[in-house]
């Protein structure tokens, strides 16, 4: 890499240096070198790297043997197995039979996508609109699979599953953690107090916060079994039904989330201007009036980023469903990352590493896409 | 907004807007203090009671867990130390000198292995029990990467914020397909690792220079930050397999030290995102002083501009170390024998033959959050400052 | 002061050498670490521990157990191993994962240790566990610490009560849990459970189905196995028979707790100790666990019965089940078919061939002293080990388990139990070919799992499992699996 330095250099020092001092000097010539270096190396080595070579396993079969690895190249047939082949159900969900809800709502979908996609391409550039169609071609195949799938009253597999915790996990807790963050920013005494405690479910060990729900959503020796017999519902097992599993995992995903969109929010709220909301409040606003007039425009930026990061930390999600219900019944509850580390505990790394590919491709293209229209909008937008 | 005062209508206010009124400006309506009360009560019940029901049930012994669930201490069921005593005492090997036993041996095959081109010393094996073994595999491993990820970090993202960066697309590309290069050459060609790498590098270096001014694209310090920042959405799972095959290969698998980088590379990128929005709103004139005095960067760095962030360095400091204790993925693929921490020996823990022991777990899992909760407490203290926001609005 | 110097020198001298001669044998693996991987809990790795310590007593190494979840063993070994990082020296797994690693040229050859051993007395392990336990082609590979049945249990009491016969077919099995479903069988008040079946994915559920399926699908000896045609490794699981297992195991789960399919077997053994459960699949196990001190509520009461069997069998030709008669079973009693299965064949110990020769010399040696009579006749007798019999000493009269607490004619039923399946013609076998864990802990119980979950039907579970099982075979090349099949059944 070249690179220009635009600051200037430290006082000369006449001619007759010292050979310390030379080298010295040199150092610090290559100070914006050395400074990056470390860090550069570090995420080449270890980040993009493997990354890389994880393409390699993806595209062959790897097997154990007496001296190590052997790597046979078999092209696109474990990306294959995880769409048409053995793999198929168990990543999509069952396709078929397309109902004529799902195709519908499919039809509907196809045309916005490709309406909004007609409408950038007025005003965009080649690089926008590779960009555009990227995210158009995953949204339609998404689209896709939603619609074949659950609309059309079969069953989803683990992929969207993992949008399932990602989408509607991040849903619940943008919700729930701004309304709490707004209700923390009223004038309360001990809300630092409530700011602290708020804030530990965030940074418990997600394994631990696994092993306390399993044991708290235990039916029989768990603390919710009195309530659960007085509804007449002792005989129900959250664990036995594919929804009822999904819906107790994200619960228990935002319960250790929550904080993190509480905290963020929280500090958001605070920089509004006082001034404002006391102008209005002298107006005779309604406090909802208020947050939505005054608060919220000033807020929405820090929103859509805290749900972007929030969003890219939810795919990876794998602690919670391992330790609370294996995978669920069956493979209900069964993450993308915890398919993939199933997978690789069969040994077979190929696949295990395609599977970790198309989460990778899924996560970017959504969470850039997200980025891209909805984050650096709000950024325009209150900047203007 | 609109100023106009006439557009909230004082008379014609439904009920339940009265109920909310605020009596004066910067208060609250005794209705609405009730609600907001109650709802922040009612989170925080929410909040404390797995807390609270993991910490009693590790007090608890078979009976009090099996027979349904009991509340209360001395009033549901009596507390006992019996999961603590089987965890931590049981084994023949568990005493209160283990941990201390545990630092010298690690300290002891550190030596060793830094100078093991040079001379050779034995390793000393572990010689305490697993409970033990794993909280100082989980304290040493934590502390040490995240003291060298924000070292790393903050230099990168100190740079990045005073220091103009350009590097050309080109040699960008060319790097990268080296890479494959390497890796194919490797996999399928059989070429051992290091020579491969070697050639690659003298290549990479050579081709910069004589290409290098043919490129004319080149990338700015947004650029790189952004790359930077954007390590975090790669999943971990995409990089196990190969690291694991990749430290198998220079003989680190079941160590501190791949950990340690591991963990490191896995938080560099909340680092930089965090520090280099503190850097970046320094007032540059303090530096630039420094610099017309003779000052070097690296002097700049150390005695100015870090004193300076102090408070930001504390949180983000707090925050990667709760990040790297609870880390389990890496840990669970790199790590057989030697390295293994906490939160793999609480995994392990998910299935016994007696049905799952939940005391015995509650133990381990009480032991594992407690030092995440009081660390959680400190950062909060940070927060509250408005620390970190600064880096969320950027 | 020279002279007494030289005295006190010669004395020490002699001393060292007095106290040597004993002590030689105390310090022999002074200094050397043998580290173990197994499965986690007090089960099979606490008996290492306890073990371990002796041992250390004794000569002077120190064994190390490190603990990872139970579908972690074999990948962890196998990548250990095979990549020569040797961090673990033993491994402690199924004795049928052993051929995948002999396969690969990991596991240390165990005869010419044995040949110097005066203390281990391998003629009195079982011939079953002798053979095709200890041995991968013909050479002993792995020293057995357990042995392993799935056999079935009932509640004397609550049958008794009930006025109905211990089941003899996997049918009767589904009327008696029918018919003692909803009674209280441990004086609480509350409702238990007719039967009680670890379904749990990711856990032992696998092996149960085959249990239910072997009386069905084999008949004609040990060495037919019932997984796949032996001539060309084609699976034969997408049939009636195994479509019957399917169902009759989905079935059990009506008279089950309603927890059941995230249940492991840690899970089960919690409840029936509770007294809650009326009948149960499980290993030898149960037997010695009814008299802990927290198993007051059954102590005496679980009865043994080696197999179930089926009055209905495949016929491999057609695809579809037929009665049972004297040419298709000629080893039926009184019409019906049994086919006891060794599941999961017993936990053995395998040493490392790449660690170094002291360690494997350490290692051998506790595997050795964990085998011999003397230990393991008291570690079978005590549930919580996870050990089960497998020697001829054990087995031959109920005294040893007398001794231990039962009542002799539990005992009795006990010993009797494991010894009818052991002597069995038609036992089956569990799978030893390489792939053996990706078989059935992969595909079978991955399909398995989705079926008992509703996710799919019994025909594309089997379908599925048929596809899954020729991938693998595929995989190792379908000659080679044809030869390791034909040595894993001795045929």
């Known amino acids: 890499m070249s690179y220009q330095t635009n600051t200037s250099q430290p006082g000369a020092s006449p001619a007759g240096l010292s050979s310390s001092d030379r080298w010295r000097e040199w150092v610090d010539r290559h100070a914006g070198t050395f400074f990056i270096a470390p860090a550069v190396s570090l995420i080449l080595i270890f980040a993009i790297f493997p990354t890389i070579y994880s393409m390699v396993f993806a595209l062959s079969r790897v097997r154990f043997t007496g001296d190590g690895l052997k790597f046979r190249y078999v092209g696109l047939r474990n990306f294959e197995k995880q769409f048409f082949g053995s793999s198929e159900v168990h990543f999509l969900g069952r396709t078929e039979p397309f109902s004529i809800f799902g195709m519908l709502v499919f039809a509907v979908i196809v045309v916005a996508v490709l309406w909004w996609l007609y409408r950038s391409w007025k005003t965009a550039t080649w690089v926008r609109m590779l960009g555009r169609s990227i995210s158009a071609a995953m949204a339609i195949f998404l689209g896709y699979i939603l619609c074949a799938s659950l609309l059309s009253g079969n069953a989803i597999g683990t992929l969207y599953t993992t949008l399932f915790y990602v989408l509607v996990g991040c849903f619940v807790q943008f919700v729930i953690g701004t309304g709490l963050a707004f209700l923390c920013s009223q004038p309360i005494r001990g809300r630092n107090f409530f700011r602290v405690l708020f804030f530990i479910p965030l940074m418990v060990t997600p394994l631990g916060v696994g092993f306390a729900m399993r044991m708290i959503a235990d039916v029989t020796k768990g603390p919710f079994e009195p309530i659960l017999g007085v509804l007449g519902l002792q005989d129900w097992v959250w664990s036995a039904s594919p929804w009822s599993a999904r819906f107790v995992m994200m619960i228990c995903d935002s319960w250790q989330w929550i904080p993190f969109i509480f905290i963020c929010m929280l500090a958001a709220l605070e920089n509004v201007p006082r001034d404002h909301v006391e102008a209005a409040q002298v107006d005779g606003a309604s406090s909802f009036h208020i947050f939505r007039e005054v608060t919220w425009p000033q807020v929405v930026p820090v929103a859509v980023t805290v749900l972007l990061i929030r969003a890219i930390e939810a795919f990876k999600i794998m602690d919670l469903p391992n330790i609370m219900t294996g995978g669920g019944p069956g493979s209900s509850t069964e993450s993308m990352t915890l398919h993939s580390v199933y997978v690789w505990r069969a040994n077979d790394m190929g696949s295990s590493a395609a599977i970790a590919y198309l989460l990778l491709i899924l996560t970017v293209v959504v969470c850039a896409s997200f980025f891209n229209y909805v984050v650096l909008g709000q950024i325009r937008k209150t900047r203007a | 907004m609109s100023g106009a005062h006439t557009k909230f209508d004082l008379q014609n206010r439904g009920l339940l807007e009265k109920m909310f009124e605020p009596p004066a400006v910067g208060k609250m309506a005794p209705v609405a203090k009730i609600v907001v009360y109650s709802f922040l009560a009612i989170w925080s019940l929410f909040v404390l009671f797995p807390i609270y029901w993991v910490i009693i049930t590790s007090?608890?012994?078979?009976?009090?867990?099996?027979?349904?669930?009991?509340?209360?201490?001395?009033?549901?069921?009596?507390?006992?130390?019996?999961?603590?005593?089987?965890?931590?005492?049981?084994?023949?090997?568990?005493?209160?000198?283990?941990?201390?036993?545990?630092?010298?041996?690690?300290?002891?095959?550190?030596?060793?292995?830094?100078?093991?081109?040079?001379?050779?010393?034995?390793?000393?094996?572990?010689?305490?029990?697993?409970?033990?073994?794993?909280?100082?595999?989980?304290?040493?491993?934590?502390?040490?990467?995240?003291?060298?990820?924000?070292?790393?970090?903050?230099?990168?993202?100190?740079?990045?914020?005073?220091?103009?960066?350009?590097?050309?697309?080109?040699?960008?590309?060319?790097?990268?397909?080296?890479?494959?290069?390497?890796?194919?050459?490797?996999?399928?060609?059989?070429?051992?690792?290091?020579?491969?790498?070697?050639?690659a590098l003298a290549l990479f270096f050579f081709l910069a220079r004589a290409l290098g001014r043919h490129f004319k694209m080149s990338l700015g310090n947004g650029d790189i930050l952004f790359w930077m920042i954007s390590q975090r959405i790669l999943p971990p799972i995409v990089v196990v397999v190969p690291l694991y095959v990749m430290f198998q290969a220079v003989r680190l698998l079941d160590t501190h030290l791949a950990l340690i980088l591991l963990y490191a590379v896995a938080n560099l990128p909340i680092v930089v995102w965090l520090m280099h929005d503190f850097f970046a709103n320094l007032p540059i004139e303090l530096e630039e002083s420094a610099q017309l005095d003779g000052a070097t960067r690296f002097g700049i760095f150390w005695e100015i501009v870090m004193p300076l962030t102090r408070p930001g360095l504390a949180a983000t400091t707090l925050l990667i170390l709760v990040l790297n204790w609870n880390e389990y993925l890496f840990a669970v693929f790199l790590s057989t024998v030697k390295v293994q921490t906490m939160p793999i020996m609480v995994a392990a823990k998910n299935t016994g033959e007696k049905g799952v022991l939940w005391w015995e777990m509650c133990a381990v899992t009480v032991v594992m959050i407690i030092p995440v909760i009081i660390m959680a407490v400190l950062l909060t203290r940070f927060i509250s400052k408005g620390v970190l926001l600064g880096a969320v609005k950027g | 002061m020279t002279i007494r110097k030289s005295l006190l020198g010669l004395t020490a001298g002699a001393m060292a050498l007095v106290g040597a001669a004993p002590a030689a044998m105390a310090g022999e693996f002074d200094g050397v670490t043998v580290n173990i991987l197994t499965r986690p809990g007090y089960v099979i790795a606490g008996r290492l521990v306890e073990r371990g310590v002796e041992f250390q007593e004794a000569t002077g190494a120190k064994i190390v157990v490190t603990e990872v979840p139970y579908a972690e063993i074999f990948p962890k070994i196998q990548s250990d191993w095979s990549t020569g990082t040797n961090s673990i020296d033993v491994g402690v797994f199924a004795a049928g994962w052993g051929v995948e690693l002999d396969a690969a040229g990991l596991l240390e050859d165990l005869d010419p240790y044995i040949a110097k051993d005066d203390k281990i007395d391998l003629d009195d392990v079982a011939p079953y566990f002798r053979e095709f336990g200890q041995k991968v082609g013909g050479k002993t590979k792995l020293l057995m610490v357990d042995g392993d049945f799935q056999m079935v249990y009932y509640r004397k009491d609550v049958l008794d009560a009930a006025g109905v016969q211990p089941p003899k077919t996997w049918e009767d099995y589904l009327e008696v849990a029918s018919k003692i479903h909803g009674k209280d069988m441990n004086g609480d008040g509350e409702g238990d459970f007719g039967s009680c079946i670890f379904k749990k994915r990711n856990a032992q559920s696998y092996f149960a189905i085959q249990t239910f399926a072997a009386p069905i699908v084999q008949t004609q000896?040990?060495?037919?196995?019932?997984?796949?045609?032996?001539?060309?490794?084609?699976?034969?699981?997408?049939?009636?028979?195994?479509?019957?297992?399917?169902?009759?195991?989905?079935?059990?789960?009506?008279?089950?707790?309603?927890?059941?399919?995230?249940l492991d077997i840690g899970d089960t053994r919690a409840l029936f100790k509770a007294g809650r459960c009326g009948l149960l699949v499980e290993w030898g196990d149960p037997g010695p666990l009814q008299l802990d001190d927290d198993a007051t509520a059954i102590k005496g009461k679980l009865y043994a019965i080696s197999a179930l069997g089926s009055r209905e069998v495949l016929n491999r030709a057609t695809g579809e089940l037929v009665p049972v008669n004297n040419v298709n079973a000629p080893h039926a009693i009184d019409g019906i078919n049994y086919a006891p299965f060794a599941a999961f064949g017993g936990w053995a110990g395998a040493v490392n061939k790449g660690a170094d020769q002291k360690t494997k010399d350490a290692a051998y040696a506790f595997l050795s002293y964990m085998n011999q009579s003397a230990q393991s006749s008291v570690d079978v007798t005590i549930g919580a080990t996870g050990y089960n019999p497998y020697r001829l000493s054990q087995l031959s009269s109920p005294d040893l388990f007398v001794k231990a607490g039962m009542p002799q004619a539990l005992a009795e039923n006990y010993i009797g139990a494991i010894n009818g399946a052991l002597n069995s013609l038609n036992m089956a076998s569990d799978m030893k070919i390489p792939g053996a864990q990706k078989y059935t802990s992969v595909v079978l119980d991955t399909e398995l799992a989705r079926y008992l979950a509703g996710e799919i039907s019994v025909e594309e579970a089997l379908e599925n499992i048929e596809e899954g099982w020729e991938e693998v075979t595929e995989d190792f090349g379908r000659d080679e699996q044809i030869a390791a099949q034909a040595l894993a059944l001795g045929s």
Not at chain 2, 63 to 92: C, E, H, K, M
Request: with cysteine; hydrophobic share 50%; aromatic share 14%.
């Open chain 3, 221 to 262: 000896g040990t060495a037919q196995g019932f997984h796949f045609n032996n001539a060309t490794m084609k699976p034969i699981v997408n049939n009636a028979g195994w479509k019957k297992a399917f169902e009759l195991y989905k079935e059990t789960g009506k008279y089950g707790p309603p927890e059941e399919l995230n």
């Open chain 2, 59 to 199: 007090f608890k012994d078979a009976a009090a867990v099996n027979q349904g669930p009991s509340y209360f201490p001395f009033v549901d069921f009596q507390p006992t130390l019996d999961a603590w005593r089987i965890n931590f005492t049981a084994d023949p090997y568990c005493d209160m000198a283990a941990i201390a036993r545990q630092l010298y041996l690690l300290a002891h095959n550190s030596v060793a292995f830094v100078l093991s081109p040079v001379v050779t010393i034995p390793p000393m094996e572990p010689q305490i029990c697993k409970i033990y073994l794993a909280f100082t595999n989980s304290v040493v491993i934590s502390i040490i990467s995240t003291i060298f990820c924000v070292a790393v970090g903050s230099m990168a993202a100190y740079a990045l914020a005073r220091i103009q960066y350009r590097p050309k697309f080109g040699n960008i590309m060319i790097f990268v397909l080296l890479i494959v290069g390497v890796i194919l050459a490797t996999t399928y060609a059989g070429v051992p690792w290091w020579m491969s790498s070697a050639v």
